[in-house]
Structures are given as structure tokens and as C-alpha cells.
């Protein structure tokens, strides 16, 4: 494949294959980072290998700051300029207005008793999930964070599902056993949602790794399955990052680490926490690419995405995908968001991705305002379907409890007569030969 990523200021695609000679380093004109008004230059050369290593000899590793693959076609047309067909517009509406729809009814929800713990809202960060889960098969895996409801929604997990699981009932994608920060669907390959930062990378990391075991060890030559791992820019200064950073391109794996970095670690700001608040220059310093991308903007991060994504499948490896983004709420919905400057929040709340990806459509005239209200209409009407069904269904029964808690199917701690073995008053006996 020809075209790879591009940088916005220079035009022009920079392949990974490039045969640009290392002693003549690229100079990058960069746009300014993280509201910085200051501009810098970025020196992009071929990694140092060892003689005796010839496994990446060839193929160059390239950083790009600012990212969006140049549209290549050979007709004049006006319509080869867009970056994408109505069909694929209306898809991309239709999703980042559920992700944002469901959350503001989470938020409602929540502040109503009918939601418990901790739960993180997606608002303003659509255009991560939409960019990327949108252009998976079904096969292909996602690993989220604690911030996960709109993740599992990308990927097609039912409104329903995800609002049952929300309420801890039966219904919902894991029996109410999950809740805010554990979404999983098998049916889905969402293979969950982790409260603790960092700890999803690993479980994204071996998921890729079962994709080249089928592929390359079991011959199955059509498993060409990819996973997606998302995490944010406090998870960056963590072990587990780095580890899996190395692992997946020293085995190449078919994984895209994407960084959703709203800037903001609960309340502490990123420019504070790390020594370098440029992420993805971390990617060539494993020997895959990094990427910088306007992650407030689907089509951008979707044309990145192509390129990460076709990269993984085509077996060349990981890309590390730096989305610079904004949440447009607290923490979670416990945080009362003080901590953040309101000049900050109402900068990003006028870069809106669905306002922006509606302007582009307009702009282009993909749509009329009467099929973006149809679609407004159908989510609004989906969402409050999906509180319904949620708070009609029932709770768990107490004997679920354990179940999934250990290997027994049954649940540890279940006697074979079904009742609790803690209720047994010679428990402590009853469980020595379990």
C-alpha cells in the first residue's frame, strides 16, 4: 500500500517503507500540542539496530505529529475530495449521537438512585470510539477502561444491554454482575471494561497475540482479527504500557494502542504528570509508529484509523495512535469538576465532534437537516426504550452472587443442594474438598 499516515502540515504521505536516508533527518513542522501556542520541530529518523539485527532492517519507523492521510484519487470529481460517502456519514452521526444521547441519560439516571458506584461518561470523546470501533468486524476485539459504555456501544452491544447492566439486572450484558466499569460481551469481542489504569493493555495484548497464534501456528489463514486497546494519558506513565509496547513489536502483533488523552488524570492535568506530554513519540522508541491525531474530529481519527488498522491486519505490526481529546464532564459523575479552568472547557465544548462532523456533512451536502433529525429523533426514542426495558427487569437472584467468581460454573461456595455452604453452620469443613 502506497500511502501511509501524513503529516497536516506538510502534505505529503510518509511510508512506512520509506528509503529516506537516515543521515538526513526529517524536519517536521509541527502544529502547536495541548493548546500550546509555541511550535517545534521533530527530528524522525530510522531506529538504531544492532548489526546483527536485520528483522526491521528495512522498513523505516515514522512519528507523525498532527496526522491526516491525504485523500488520493485519480478523478477530478468534487465528490473524490470527501473523506467519506453519505452511507458512511450517516453511520457515523447516528453512532457518536447514541454514544452522547445514552450517557446524558446515564447522568440522569444515576442522579435518580438507579445507578450505583462510580460511573465515568464518554461526552466528548465520541469521535475515539466512533473513528475506530466503527470500522471493525465483528471477529476483531476491544479493550476499554472504566470510561466503557460507549465503547460497547460502538461495537454493537445493544443500548438495552448496556443500560440493564448499568441498573445491575439480569438483563444486562453480564447479569448485572459488571456494571459501569466492566462492560464484556463475548458475542460482541468486547472483552471488557478495567477500573484499575493499565490493566486492560496487558488482556488487549494477548488477545492480539491469540489473532498471529491462529494465523501463523494453527494455519487458519483467514484470522486476520485485530484488537483495539484504549486507555488514557494518566495509564502512560505506567509499567504495563511500556511492557506491552515492547511486546507487541517484537512479536508484531496486530494490536492499535489508542491513548485517548482528554488531557486530564481525574484531577491532575497531563502537562503536570509526565516528563514528556507527547505520547506518541513513545511508539518509535519500540520500533512502531506513533501517531498524533485531533481526536475531537471522527474524520481525522478515522482516517488514521484505516491506516492503523490495515497495518495490523496485513501483519506488519502495532501502531501507538495518540487521540488529544476532552471530556466534557468530571471525572465521573461524583466529581463535581472544579479542578479544570471553564476558559479549557468552553475551548473544546466549541469544538463539539458531532457539531464539527455535521458542519462537514452540511458543508458538502451529504445531508439534509431532516435526516440528522430523523436519526436524533430514533436515538432519543432508543434510549428511553432502553431505560424502560432496564428498569423493568428483574435483579439477580442472591444465588448468582458467586457464580463467576471461580471456576466452578456453579459458583464456589454453592453446595450441591444449591444453597450457600456460609450458611452451613460447619462451613469451614464443608469447603476443605470442594
Request: overall charge neutral.
Amino acid at each position: 500500500m502506497a500511502t501511509a499516515f501524513s503529516a497536516t502540515k506538510v502534505l505529503q504521505p510518509l511510508p512506512f517503507n520509506s528509503t529516506r536516508s537516515a543521515e538526513k533527518p526529517l524536519l517536521i513542522q509541527s502544529s502547536s500540542f495541548l493548546g500550546s501556542s509555541s511550535s517545534h520541530k521533530l527530528s524522525l529518523k530510522k531506529p538504531f539496530l544492532p548489526p546483527n539485527c536485520q528483522r526491521r532492517s528495512n522498513a523505516a519507523v515514522v512519528a507523525v505529529s498532527d496526522v491526516v492521510k491525504e485523500k488520493k484519487s485519480k478523478s477530478k470529481s468534487s465528490l473524490s475530495n470527501l473523506l467519506i460517502t453519505k452511507e458512511e456519514g450517516l453511520v457515523l452521526y447516528e453512532d457518536m449521537v447514541l454514544g452522547r444521547a445514552f450517557e446524558d441519560m446515564c447522568a440522569q439516571m444515576y442522579y435518580r438512585g438507579k445507578m450505583f458506584g462510580f460511573v465515568h461518561l464518554y461526552n466528548g470523546q465520541e469521535a475515539v470510539s466512533t473513528g475506530f470501533i466503527k470500522l471493525l468486524k465483528k471477529e476483531d476485539s476491544v479493550v476499554s477502561t472504566y470510561r466503557d459504555h460507549v465503547h460497547a456501544l460502538s461495537k454493537g452491544v445493544p443500548a438495552r444491554q448496556v443500560m440493564s447492566e448499568l441498573f445491575g439486572k439480569t438483563t444486562g450484558c453480564c447479569r448485572g454482575q459488571g456494571g459501569s466499569m466492566h462492560m464484556f460481551s463475548k458475542e460482541h469481542n468486547v472483552l471488557g471494561g478495567f477500573a484499575f489504569i493499565g490493566e486492560g493493555i496487558p488482556v488487549a495484548t494477548g488477545a492480539a497475540f491469540t489473532s498471529k497464534y491462529r494465523r501463523e501456528v494453527l494455519k487458519e489463514a483467514d484470522c486476520d482479527h485485530v484488537t483495539l486497546a484504549f486507555f488514557g494519558d494518566g495509564t502512560c506513565n505506567n509499567g504495563q504500557f511500556y511492557e506491552c509496547l515492547n511486546m507487541a513489536a517484537l512479536w508484531k502483533l496486530p494490536i492499535i494502542f489508542v491513548v485517548e488523552n482528554n488531557l486530564w488524570a481525574i484531577g491532575m492535568s497531563h502537562l503536570r504528570s509526565t516528563s514528556d506530554p507527547e505520547i506518541w513519540k513513545k511508539g518509535p522508541a519500540f520500533g512502531m509508529p506513533g501517531v498524533h491525531v485531533d481526536g475531537m474530529d471522527v474524520l481525522k481519527v478515522r482516517e488514521v484509523a484505516k491506516e492503523a488498522i490495515g497495518r495490523a491486519r496485513r501483519g506488519e505490526g502495532p501502531t501507538l495512535v495518540e487521540c488529544e481529546t476532552y471530556r466534557f464532564r468530571g471525572h465521573s459523575l461524583a466529581d463535581p469538576d472544579e479542578l479544570r479552568d471553564p476558559a479549557e472547557k468552553n475551548h473544546y465544548a466549541t469544538r463539539d465532534p458531532i457539531t464539527a462532523l455535521k458542519k462537514y456533512m452540511f458543508e458538502n451536502n451529504l445531508v439534509s437537516e431532516a435526516e440528522l433529525k430523523a436519526i436524533d429523533k430514533k436515538i432519543d426514542e432508543l434510549v428511553e426504550e432502553s431505560v424502560e426495558f432496564a428498569d423493568a427487569s428483574p435483579v439477580p437472584a442472591r444465588s448468582q452472587l458467586l457464580e463467576n467468581v471461580f471456576a466452578d460454573p456453579k459458583g464456589f461456595g454453592i453446595g450441591p443442594d444449591g444453597r450457600y455452604r456460609c450458611e452451613d453452620p460447619k462451613f469451614t469443613e464443608g469447603t476443605a474438598h470442594v
